[in-house]
């Protein structure tokens, strides 16, 4: 059964950058049949989409975010990564990496999600 | 962009009841609508993917249903681990949205 884990910092400076990892156990990223996509929750609100990304690297992100956002893949490792820039306490969140099926874009499963605090 | 609208925000019921979240879009979506489960300080868990089809292992109590811009998410005979929020969620275009989320409480 797939596993996906998150792993990153709990608490980061704002105006730098996050960067968060997520290992996939499994299974493969390189398969055809999904997109690797992160996921963030601020405190108390809902779901927000960050970003996905295909084996072959095409990636598609949120346009509110998109300036800011970097996704890539580690086939190596079998792992995907988020890169952030410039924080503010707005970027304060849970962040879940998924598993995004081509089919009928639904997310299943997902990390336990990783706490992320901007803050100086 | 499509925004969803989900109502109500927050629901109160009892145990045995039956409950209806509604998700609607301002556009045709099709049935490319999902339906997630989740409880505090845990990942949202997918319930109901196109619309209408029960996730493998999702008690047959979830149901879904709706094309369009209507959708409907239904619990018959709500049992204790189903209070939760529920979010419904949509993709169009390469942009992913979710509804606002609806509590349900006891």
């Known amino acids: 059964q797939m596993q996906l884990q998150e792993s990153g910092p709990g608490l980061v400076r704002p105006s730098e950058t996050l960067s968060l990892t997520c290992a996939v156990s499994?299974?493969?990223?390189?398969?055809?049949?999904?997109?690797w996509a992160w996921i963030r929750q601020a405190p108390g609100r809902g779901l927000e989409w960050i970003g996905s990304?295909?084996?072959?690297?095409?990636?598609y992100y949120h346009p509110s975010l998109s300036s800011r956002i970097t996704i890539s893949l580690d086939m190596s490792q079998n792992q995907f990564s988020l890169k952030l820039n410039s924080l503010t306490a707005a970027d304060t969140a849970v962040y879940y990496c998924?598993?995004?099926?081509?089919?009928?874009?639904?997310?299943?499963?997902w990390g336990q999600g990783t706490l992320v605090t901007v803050s100086s | 962009d499509i925004p969803l609208t989900q109502s109500p925000s927050s629901l109160s019921a009892s145990v045995g009841d039956r409950v209806t979240i509604t998700c609607q879009a301002s556009?045709?979506?099709?049935?490319?609508l999902n339906w997630y489960q989740q409880k505090p300080g845990k990942a949202p868990k997918l319930l109901i993917y196109?619309?209408?089809n029960l996730e493998t292992g999702v008690p047959s109590r979830f149901s879904g249903s709706g094309s369009g811009t209507d959708f409907t998410f239904t619990i018959d005979s709500l049992q204790p681990e189903d209070f939760a929020t529920y979010y419904c969620?949509?993709?169009?275009?390469?942009?992913?949205?979710f509804g606002q989320g609806t509590r349900l409480e006891i």
């Open positions: 196109d619309a209408s």
């Open positions: 556009q045709d979506i099709a049935n490319y």
């Open positions: 990304i295909y084996y072959n690297g095409n990636t």
């Open positions: 998924a598993r995004q099926h081509t089919k009928s874009n639904c997310f299943d499963p």
């Open positions: 499994g299974g493969s990223i390189s398969s055809t049949s999904y997109y």
């Open positions: 969620q949509h993709y169009n275009h390469l942009l992913i949205t």
